[in-house]
């Protein structure tokens, strides 16, 4: 993220990556929990909300300044990989 990182344009996204890794640290918490004690009916928070406003966020950003296009492109990758992190964690909540 190097490439965004001095950006303003960055900095509007950065609340929502900040509630985006508190959810994902939650839920590990509830993972471990779910370990530990094979505590029943856990939910789980899902990024949904914080993933949308990014990519309200990112279109608004790019409408603005088309040059911003391919960093963001770039960024999405990442977003995946934060997206495919929560959803390892509901997998491994099944066993």
Do not use: C
């Amino acid at each position: 993220l190097s490439y965004l990182s001095n950006s303003d344009t960055f900095a509007v996204i950065m609340p929502d990556l900040i509630e985006i890794r508190a959810i994902i640290k939650t839920n590990f918490g509830n993972l471990s929990e779910h370990f530990s004690d094979h505590a029943t009916a856990i939910e789980l928070n899902t990024l949904d909300d914080a993933k949308q406003a990014i990519f309200n966020k990112i279109n608004a950003s790019i409408q603005r300044d088309d040059a911003t296009k391919e960093d963001w492109f770039e960024f999405y990758s990442f977003l995946y990989f934060l997206r495919r992190i929560n959803d390892s964690i509901r997998e491994l909540m099944k066993y």
